[in-house]
């Protein structure tokens, strides 16, 4: 079936570092992803939509400077979370489709800020 | 905001079925019903998803009102694996995650 990777899985560094994240899905073309985060027994929260070739699409309260979304091909979607502080320490979660069918998530990227 | 409601929390006992609710009173013609489930620190995983008539498939079955406000994802024999939090959400052109509902399966 779909699958979605998301890379990497962890990331433990220091405050004032730029985090990379990576979204592909693996055997499918994705028209959308979204990128959301997920604090500890709290739901997932959407971040932004991303759309291939176009500009990413944010909710409400998310600083599109903060988190850099590039959606560059079908298959890759990257979130940089630019100059990242304790606060953004998350469970940061991708997920990516086509059109209205069901969403294929990735495992979660565990970001740490010390 | 999320367009769905779900109860906070359930409890089953392991081999009998369980009845998830959700009510979706503002759903649009061309929004599916999709659940997910996730379990600790892993991204959701896809259950089933409907437009209009019921659904079955290997995980689950879903059960749609006539009116669509509301659906049930039916468990028919819960195991301790499918303890985790259950998600419904109205796939249009937007995926915004409620609370969900937290499935505790005891032995």
Known sequence: GAVVSQ???RVICKSGTSVKIECRSLDFQATTMFWYRQFPKQSLMLMAT????SKATYEQGVEKDKFLINHASLTLSTLTVTSAHPEDSSFYICSAGQGGQPQHFGDGTRLSIL | DAKTTQPNSMESNEE???HLPCNHSTISGTDYIHWYRQ???QGPEYVIHGLT???NNRMASLAIAED???ST???HRATLRDAAVYYCILNGN???FGAGTRLTVKP
Do not use: A, T, W, Y
Request: glycine share 4%.
């Open chain 1, 50 to 53: 991303s759309n291939e070739g």
């Open chain 2, 16 to 18: 009998e079925p369980v």
């Open chain 2, 94 to 96: 937007d995926m915004r």
């Open chain 2, 39 to 41: 379990l600790p620190s």
């Open chain 2, 53 to 55: 008539s019921n659904v």
């Open chain 1, 7 to 9: 890379h990497p899985s």
């Open chain 2, 68 to 70: 669509r406000k509301s």
């Open chain 2, 73 to 75: 994802l039916i468990l």
